[in-house]
């Protein structure tokens, strides 16, 4: 399989996932809008990878959540409104941000695995 920009741990994570529950998949480094098929579910990290599936399916005239489907990674305010809501993985960054306050405030090392959460929305 290619290389990709993704972060490791995740594109680990995610195989292991695939794996364990027998799902066929893909890692791909680049999106190419000959590869969009309807029935498929794509999972991207990059907004701006969303950005490019979200406009290769309207252009094949599909409707996301019908024709194909989509999860995001890291949820913003723009993914609750965009095409009806993008289903996506994300973790706690209001969390987060009390953390890296602290380690400011404090100068003690953290090391914290925070809660991930999948918020389903329409473009399943």
């Not at 290619?2 to 695939?18: G, I, L, N, S, Y």
């Not at 489907?69 to 009390?98: L, Q």
């Amino acid at each position: 399989e290619k290389k990709t920009p993704h972060p490791v741990e995740t594109v680990d994570a995610f195989r292991r996932f695939c794996k364990s529950n027998k799902i066929k998949h893909r890692v791909s480094d680049k999106f190419n809008e000959k590869h969009l098929k309807s029935g498929q579910l794509y999972m991207v990290i990059k907004d701006s990878e969303l950005v490019e599936i979200i406009k290769a399916g309207l252009k094949q005239g599909f409707q996301l959540g019908k024709d194909f489907g989509v999860i995001s990674y890291n949820d913003t305010p723009m993914k609750e409104i965009v095409e009806g809501g993008i289903t996506v993985i994300s973790t706690d960054f209001k969390k987060m941000g009390e953390l890296a306050a602290e380690f400011v405030l404090n100068k003690q090392k953290l090391q914290e695995i925070l809660p991930t959460s999948l918020i389903i929305r329409n473009s399943l």
